[in-house]
């Protein structure tokens, strides 16, 4: 086999974040899943938009923040997502491409527009996402560099981006392609709902033998496995998946790898002020471990290392220098 190209290359939705402050009593009077993440239509977008205060805009989208981790700790990543021709399409390519990331699917042409995430932190640090995925779930199969997916180490892919009928092809297509190569393939569960609505096809996937690392949290575990008992869960799918990873937001996070476990406890921090990217930033700590042959609790401490780097302020991109916020943590 070839020395891989990359470290590690996401397929995900190209989403540009749009975050405000917002009071409980806002989130309340738009009728806002309240620390979730909720699809919306053009239109509530744009009725979101309105009813919010200054806000500041960056590139997101999961799997892009979980590359934009990693790469700030040096590792070399590639994206594949869609966006369109339009000002946010070119905010997104130009954000990815500034934090060192590889990034060449076309944009595409006419509606609708690049996708974007409208995010409201209320004052206890919750995020409630509102997510308009636009031209995002329109990713096609033929979109794939499949000679970039084969030179990765491991290919990373966002549970939020199997909803669409033609980006979920298109990822099908990108783990034969992995495969083929004989890359790992790491797949994030992203949110209950994604389970709720694709479950069987997840199941599928880890009962195939088709995912290398699966990243959950306890409720994703929980409706993935139909075990509300955390251990019971990770007991149900644990000899299935050669390295599952398990967060559990304040309570640390715990791993299994062939027969080993290990177990973290969450990074002390003085203020939690948003909790955007948190799981996000955990699966770039991991994977920056994993793909340089650490042992599976140092991969785990760098998780919720990055984990706390990104709560302690607004927005899922970091805000410090994270290779030497790592060095200093770990020794």
């Keep these: 086999m070839t020395e891989p190209r990359y470290d590690v290359i996401a397929i995900g939705n190209a989403i540009v974040d749009v975050m405000a402050p917002a009071s409980d009593e806002l989130i309340e009077e738009l009728q806002l899943n309240r620390g979730g993440m909720t699809l919306v239509d053009d239109v509530r977008a744009r009725e979101l938009y309105d009813a919010m205060g200054p806000a500041r805009e960056i590139s997101g989208g999961s799997a892009a923040n979980t590359l934009a981790g990693l790469s700030a700790l040096g590792a070399q990543c590639a994206f594949i997502g869609q966006v369109a021709q339009d000002q946010l399409g070119e905010v997104f390519a130009h954000d990815i491409h500034a934090v060192g990331i590889d990034f060449d699917t076309p944009p595409r042409a006419g509606a609708p527009s690049t996708a974007r995430c409208l995010i409201f932190v209320t004052p206890d640090a919750q995020r409630t996402m509102n997510t308009f995925l636009g031209a995002s779930q329109f990713l096609p199969a033929d979109a794939l560099n499949e000679e970039a997916i084969g030179g990765a180490r491991v290919l990373y892919l966002e549970g939020y981006l199997w909803d669409p009928e ?80 398990v967060t559990r937001s304040a309570d640390g996070a715990i791993a299994t790898r062939n027969g080993e476990r290990a177990e973290v406890a969450a990074e002390p921090i003085d203020e939690v002020v948003d909790t955007t990217g948190a799981g996000d930033l955990f699966a770039a700590g991991f994977l920056y471990g994993h793909v340089k042959g650490e042992p599976l609790e140092t991969c785990l401490k760098r998780g919720a290392i990055a984990a706390c780097e990104i709560i302690s302020h607004y927005g899922a991109r970091t805000e410090v220098d994270l290779k030497a916020l790592m060095e200093k943590k770990l020794g």
């Excluded at 979920?168 to 609505?197: H, K, N, P, Q, W």
């Excluded at 409720?219 to 075990?227: K, Q, V």
């Design 166 to 245: 033609e980006p979920r092809a298109a990822m099908r297509r990108a783990i034969e392609t992995a495969r083929d190569a004989g890359r790992e393939v790491a797949f994030t569960l992203s949110e209950v709902f994604v389970i709720d609505r694709h479950g069987d096809d997840f199941r599928a996937l880890i009962d195939d033998g088709l995912i290398d690392i699966l990243f959950a949290n306890h409720l994703e575990l929980a409706a993935l496995t139909g075990e509300d008992d955390m251990e019971a869960g990770i007991a149900a799918i644990k000899d299935k998946i050669p390295t599952l990873v």
